[in-house]
């Protein structure tokens, strides 16, 4: 065999992509799907198996580079997706710390929200917003 392209991440992922078609196929109570997935199965194995034993090696390596294209350019949205819900998470913990050292009113007057530092006994508080001042205690 030699000359041919063999294997290469593009195969590995339709060999995977076959087998997760596999399992659909075996799992599945409908006849039809069961059968849409056996045929979807097998056109996937019959083209690993035409990329492997292909003598056009320029042409495979081609195919390989765009596949990387494509999966490096889904896996940094996925990466971007989870950056964005762990710094979320992270915002709202420091939020919450800092909600635990704080008091919060709301002005009588304009109904402004207002943060106070706790601990500080009663004291005056005046509202930025209308200039209206009333005691409270932290």
């Known amino acids: 065999m030699a000359g041919r392209y063999g294997t290469d991440k593009y195969s590995n992922f339709l060999m995977v992509l076959a087998t997760v078609m596999m399992?659909?196929?075996?799992?599945?109570?409908?006849?039809?799907?069961?059968l849409i997935f056996e045929l979807l199965m097998t056109a996937?194995?019959?083209?690993?198996?035409?990329r492997m034993l292909s003598k056009d090696r320029s042409k495979r390596y081609g195919e390989n580079l765009v596949y990387m294209k494509h999966k490096t350019m889904i896996m940094n949205k996925i990466e971007r997706f989870f950056d964005n819900?762990?710094?979320?998470?992270?915002?709202a913990q420091r939020k919450k710390e800092n909600d635990s050292l704080n008091r919060f009113f709301k002005c009588p007057g304009?109904?402004?929200?207002?943060?106070?530092?706790?601990?500080?006994?009663?004291i005056r508080i005046r509202c930025p917003k209308c200039g209206r001042e009333f005691k409270k205690k932290t």
């Open 110 to 122: 304009c109904r402004q929200k207002l943060r106070v530092p706790k601990g500080l006994g009663k």
């Open 85 to 91: 819900i762990r710094k979320r998470r992270e915002q």
């Open 23 to 34: 399992l659909c196929a075996f799992l599945s109570r409908s006849f039809i799907a069961s």
């Open 44 to 50: 996937i194995i019959g083209y690993c198996i035409y």
